[in-house]
């Protein structure tokens, strides 16, 4: 065992074994030299005080005293005996004093190591309960540190289940939006491919529409050629009726007027009433209007009818307003009655919005 392993009791064993055995020489030398002590002849007073003053002084000095009082002893024997038995006495008392204070101080310091033996004890059980408190504790902490462990671990695992779980559910959700956005975009472009063709059929219908129109509107106009064509072939064979019962009229007709009257009185006619004819906003191309004109022989227009409506009233009244506007024509005043009357006293206007005819 090493010196720093030993207890405190066993530290204290051999310098309190060497003190005990260094009293007990120190008694032994003492009573080799009292008893080898020489005898000296009686002391005189002045030693013998001397003696007296000496009694408390080291060892060393006590044993030169003994034997100046031993020779003091040989002058005075008597009396040197008692005083020799006294100091024996005395010195027997101190010894046996010295003894006691030596059994009491390896009492004490047997006490004392007894007493740091059960310290050291009483130490060495209150470090190995204190070692065992520590180790139950450091095991009690790694037993927590464990725990927090399987804790932290089953958190882990936990936070990763969670966070696996949002993750599947964010890209689940993304999935559906983008398999939204995609069937969007298809509805979209159905929906523009679905308006596009309403488009072009609305587009085609409006042209085929258009183009009906156009077609009717071409077909209007050339019946309005046709029945004016009618008209006036109607008109131009009842004026060669007319003429053609009496000749000699028509001679003179032509002889006073000339060949021309007629048509240029239809020119004025036509020219007066297209300046006095107000087109309304809802005329279009191929409308027409048939209106009588109904004269006096001085040129007044006294009346003037539909007899045939364009289906559009205001185109109507604005054509009947422009030949009442007229009023008088007073080129008519140099035709005879008879062909005033045959020619001029009901005469038919057809209006159009492009044009004015007789």
């Known amino acids: 065992m090493r010196p720093h392993d030993r207890s405190p009791s066993e530290k204290l064993f051999w310098p309190v074994l060497w003190a005990v055995g260094l009293h007990a020489v120190l008694f032994a030398f003492l ?16 030693i013998k005080a001397t003696l007296y003053q000496l009694q408390s002084q080291s060892q060393a ?13 040989k002058t005075s024997a008597p009396r040197y005996e008692t005083e020799q038995l006294e100091q024996k006495k005395v010195e027997q ?12 101080a390896q009492t004490d310091a ?3 190591a007894a007493q740091a033996r059960k310290d050291a004890e009483q130490k060495a059980a209150q470090a190995q309960k204190k070692a065992q408190v520590s180790k139950e504790e450091q095991a009690k902490k790694a037993a927590e540190k464990l725990k927090q462990a399987e804790v932290a671990k089953l958190k882990a695992a936990e936070d990763a289940k969670k966070k696996a779980a949002e ?6 959700a993304d999935a559906a939006k983008q398999k939204a956005t995609e069937e969007a975009k298809k509805k979209a472009a159905a929906e523009a491919t679905k308006k596009k063709a309403a488009d ?14 156009t077609d009717e509107a071409a077909k209007q106009r050339k019946a309005q050629e046709a029945a004016r064509k009618a008209v006036e072939d109607k008109k131009a064979g009842a004026l060669a009726e007319l003429l053609s019962e009496d000749t000699q009229y028509q001679q003179t007709v032509a002889d006073t007027v000339g060949p021309d009257t007629s048509g240029n009185l239809d020119d004025l006619i036509i020219r007066l009433v297209s300046e006095q004819w107000v ?6 191309n191929g409308m027409a209007v048939t209106v009588v004109i109904e004269m006096l022989p001085d040129g007044t227009i006294t009346n003037a009818s539909v007899t045939q409506s364009s289906g559009d009233p205001a185109f109507d009244a604005s054509a009947v307003a422009a030949v009442r506007n007229v009023g008088r024509i007073r080129e008519m005043q140099q035709l005879d009655s008879k062909t005033f ?14 044009d004015l005819s007789l």
Do not use: C, H, M, W
């Open 31 to 46: 009573f080799v030299s009292f008893a080898r002590t020489p005898d000296l002849p009686p002391s005189r007073p002045v």
């Open 61 to 73: 000095t006590t044993q030169t005293n003994q034997k100046i009082a031993g020779e003091a002893a």
């Open 93 to 104: 008392e101190r010894l046996a004093a010295l003894a006691k204070n030596a059994a009491q």
């Open 110 to 112: 047997a006490a004392r």
């Open 167 to 172: 993750d599947a559910k964010k890209k689940a």
């Open 200 to 213: 072009d059929a609305k587009n085609k219908a409006e042209t085929e529409k258009k183009k009906r129109a």
């Open 279 to 284: 087109r309304p906003p809802s005329a279009r």
């Open 341 to 354: 009357n045959a020619l001029y006293r009901s005469r038919r206007a057809v209006f159009k919005p492009e």
